[in-house]
Structure formats: C-alpha cells, structure tokens
C-alpha cells in the first residue's frame, strides 16, 4: 500500500516558493514557483531518505517506503506586516503556520527531531572544519554574509526560534558572538528543550504577528540548519 507524503506548499517565501514534507522535517524542495517546487519534491525526498539512511548507519524509520503517494495538503501564502500587524509591500515577513502545526509532537518525533538535527550539524561542521579563518571571514560579492556570518546567522536563528515559544533560556544579549560557540550553546539549549514538548497541545504561540509551536519549531530548525549547509557547500565549492 503507497505510503502517503504530505506537502506543505509556503508561497513567495524570499521571492520563491518551498515546498515542506510535513511529517518528514529536514525534507523540502525550492521552486521558482509552487509548480516547480512540487516537481522538485519528489527527488528531493528520495535524497533526504538517502542522507537519513547514510547518517543512521542501518535500518531508520524510512526504510521500506518504496511505493510513494505526494499529495499537497496545504498551501500559505507568505506576506508582510507592519508594527501595527498591517499587510504591508515590505515589513516583517510571516512565513507559513499550516493546520499540521497545531499538532503536539509525540516522543517519537522527538528522537527522531533530536537525530536529524545533530546529523546536520555534524554535515554544518565537517563542511566548515578544515577552512582556514581567512576563508570563514571572506564575504563574496552578492553575498549577505561571511561563512562566519552565515553560523552567526544559524544559531542565532535557531535562539529566535526558541524564543518564539519563550524557551530561549538566555537573553539575546547573552548569546556567544564567536561561531562555534554560539552554536553549541543554542544547540545545547533546544536539544534540553525539545523532549519536555511531548505531547504539549498548550504551547501554541502568538508572537509578533506569527503563530509558533512545538512542530513549527523542530520544522524550521532542521530546515534552516540543512538550508544554509547547502548555502556553504555552494560557497566552498566556489572556492
């Protein structure tokens, strides 16, 4: 019997649109538009079962998914507000909250959440590891930040993620400006918060115009940490 993928599509996200696998976290494709994001989901699952199946070692929680049903469950629309919450051409973006998010995260989840994020921060490091300072502080043209920035940039938003459900622990002042540092410390910080979630159904946020939980959390975490390693990958192989 085909096992089911749902898609979560997010419209005009930085100009493009991202199509999330929503039971599947660390899953996802970019498009130029919702068609060419869906037409693109399909390999990119497969290779995010291969990256799964290479970090596990053995067996993981997909194997034998071998006939697959990709159906789109959910579409947002991305937009952007101003300080008094209005649709505004440019302001804070509000990026997409699908039903999915409503559901509470089972201990299950977690684990598996806790082992996709250190698989891509142990790819993150090993990337970064051999780089010489010169190379992490080199900021190309076109480029919004260093090597170094772009870590700055991982971790600190992975501390913003966190404070949406007012988990962060430590105030934004606080937070290590050094790379490496502040990586771990974040990390550190969301790997102890992540198992006391289970189950919660009481933790869905409203913050600055954009809803938050438990699920939004891990879903963006695990993306954002996989997106910007292919952001470096592409930066190191440019030389």
């Not at 930085?14 to 494709?29: I, K, M, N, V």
């Not at 190379?135 to 076109?142: I, N, R, Y």
């Not at 988990?167 to 490496?180: I, K, N, S, T, Y």
Request: include cysteine.
């Amino acid at each position: 019997m085909p096992t089911t993928i749902y898609i979560g599509l997010e419209n005009n996200i930085e100009g493009r649109s991202l199509a999330w696998a929503l039971d599947y976290p660390g899953c996802f494709a970019y498009g130029q538009d919702e068609g060419e994001a869906i037409v693109r989901f399909a390999p990119a699952f497969i290779a995010y079962a291969d990256w799964v199946g290479r970090h596990a070692g053995g067996p993981a929680w997909l194997d034998g998914l071998r006939e697959l049903d990709f159906r789109l469950a959910e579409v947002w629309n991305t937009y952007q507000i101003d300080e008094r919450y209005r649709v505004v051409p440019q302001g804070e973006e509000i990026n997409a909250w699908f039903r999915h998010d409503w559901q509470p995260l089972t201990a299950a989840e977690i684990e598996r959440g806790l082992l996709l994020l250190r698989w891509a921060r142990q790819d993150l490091l090993e990337l970064v590891g051999e780089l010489s300072p010169e190379k992490m502080a080199e900021k190309k043209d076109g480029e919004r930040w260093s090597i170094a920035g772009i870590l700055r940039h991982v971790a600190g938003a992975e501390w913003w993620y966190l404070d949406r459900l007012d988990l962060a622990g430590l105030p934004r002042a606080e937070v290590p400006d050094e790379p490496f540092e502040r990586l771990a410390v974040i990390r550190a910080r969301l790997e102890t918060a992540l198992p006391a979630l289970a189950g919660r159904d009481d933790l869905v946020r409203g913050k600055a115009g954009e809803f938050w939980s438990p699920r939004k959390l891990l879903r963006r975490a695990i993306w954002h940490e996989r997106d910007h390693w292919m952001h470096i990958s592409r930066l190191v192989l440019e030389g």
